[in-house]
Structure formats: C-alpha cells, structure tokens
C-alpha cells in the first residue's frame, strides 16, 4: 500500500485497501460497493446494517447480512414496520445476528419513519438521491489521505440532521457518510482502484429518480 490506499490482488488488479484480499469482502468491493443505488429496499437495508456496523466492521455484518435479512422480513419496511415486542425479543435470541436492544428497536423505528418518507417523496430513492452533494463540494482528487481525513462531510451531516429530525435513529453523519459511499450517491473507490472507472461510468449513465 506504502500510503497509496492501493493494493494489488492475486488477479493482478489494483483495488481499494480496505479488503484486505480477503475473498468475500473483495467481491463485496468489486461488485457492490460505490455501485449507485435506487431500489428502496436495499437503501433501507444498508442505512439499517450501517447503524448495526456502529463500533464494528464491516466485514462483520455482511458475514452477518443473510442472517440480518432473515431476521427482518428482507427489509422489507412495510413488514418491519409491523414488528411488535415479540419480534424484539426474537431477534435479541437470535445468535446470527447483531443482538443489541437499542439497534433493533431503531430498525424497527426508522421502518416507520421510512414509510412516512417514501409518503412525503414518492421513494426513499427520490429523497436521497436528492441529496446527492454537488460536484463542488466533492474533492477533485480522490486519494487515500483525503478518504482517511473525512469520515464525515458536509452532505451526510445535511442528511443525517434531516433524518433526525424526521424522527430516525443511529443515523449519524458518519454512518450516513459510509452508507453514501456503498450505495453510490459519491464514487470514492481510490484514483487507481480499478473499479473506480466503471463505477462513475455506472453513475453518469444513471437515470436519478
């Protein structure tokens, strides 16, 4: 890596550190991560496993991700909004999952609160997406140091403060900042990172709902 944020894989290809090579979690960067997002579905579920990665890794959920969607009616947010003290306390005996009271109870929550937004915005794609920050707020090069020196940003705090205020929980800047990241709505594999080319190609050839 020598302070690049690049390494280079067994296939002989340049990728974004953070994988660390490791099977699973490279297929996850190659073919999910920064890849735009408008299915509502799964913008519920990342933003969902997200607040469940609070203190964690990543990698942990997603060994973790077909139990958690198992777990919650696929994330479906019509059906996690129905969920009552019983589900609680069937996911908290649930071993393959994440068993923290405060971030089961938010899923639930922010189910609700999700409902609430696709009401007032037609899709959760269409509010998010609406919050897409502009290319003057985005660093005109995108290198290891500037990753690793803003967790946050100007567009996930906007976001996480509006989703506060909506009434959602375990929505912080920096969660939110690493939920933009996964679903696309900024491209920040590394200058050198071979999947960085075809993810902003992915991303002007999108249609924004």
Not at 9 to 29: A, I, S
Not at 130 to 147: G, K, L, M, N
Request: glycine fraction near 8%.
């Amino acid at each position: 890596m020598a302070g690049t944020g690049i390494i280079t894989g067994e296939d002989g290809k340049d990728r974004c550190f953070w994988h660390g090579n490791l099977p699973e979690y490279q297929r996850y960067h190659d073919q999910e991560w920064g890849r735009p997002v408008i299915d509502d579905i799964r913008l519920f579920e990342k933003i969902c496993l997200e607040g469940f990665q609070s203190g964690l890794s990543w990698l942990t959920i997603l060994r973790k991700r077909e139990n958690f969607r198992a777990a919650f009616a696929g994330f479906d947010f019509e059906k996690v909004a129905e969920f009552g003290e019983a589900d609680i306390e069937r996911c908290l005996g649930d071993a393959g999952i994440i068993r923290h009271r405060g971030k089961i109870v938010s899923t639930i929550n922010n189910a609700r609160r999700a409902i609430d937004l696709r009401q007032e915005f037609g899709s959760l794609a269409r509010y998010f997406w609406s919050h897409e920050p502009s290319a003057e707020e985005r660093p005109a090069f995108v290198d290891y140091p500037t990753i690793a020196a803003n967790p946050t940003t100007p567009a996930s705090v906007r976001i996480s403060k509006d989703l506060k205020k909506r009434g959602w929980t375990f929505v912080g800047p920096t969660t939110v900042y690493a939920f933009m990241q996964a679903m696309g709505l900024v491209n920040d594999h590394i200058e050198g990172c071979y999947c960085r080319k075809e993810v902003e190609a992915m991303r002007s050839a999108l249609v924004r709902p």
